[in-house]
C-alpha cells in the first residue's frame, strides 16, 4: 500500500472509531431513533470512502503491476469480482 494512501485510510478509520463510540453512547443515552439513524449513515459514508480509498490504491498498485507483467486475467478477475461484491450493496 502508499505510504500516503495508508496514512489517510488510518486516520480516516481512526475517525471512523469516534464515531461508533458516539453512536454506541447514543443509543445507550436513548437519543431520538431519526438522530441515531443520520449518525449511522454518517458511518457508513466514511467507511465507503475508505473502500473507495483502498480501491483506489489497488487499483494504481496491484491491479496495475499485473497488467505490466503479463497478467491481465487475474487483474480482471480482482475487478470483476470487486465490482459484483459492490452491486450487493
Known sequence: MKAASKKRAL?????????L???QKMVEE???????IHQSLAV???L?????????NHLATHVADQMKSGKESKAVK??????????RK
Open 11 to 19: 486516520h480516516r478509520l481512526k475517525i471512523i472509531e469516534g464515531q
Open 48 to 56: 465507503s470512502g475508505v473502500e473507495n480509498l483502498l480501491l483506489e
Open 30 to 36: 436513548d437519543v431520538y431513533c431519526i438522530n441515531v
Open 78 to 87: 480482482e475487478i470483476l469480482a470487486i465490482y459484483k461484491l459492490s452491486k
Open 44 to 46: 457508513k459514508e466514511a
Open 21 to 23: 463510540r458516539g453512536l
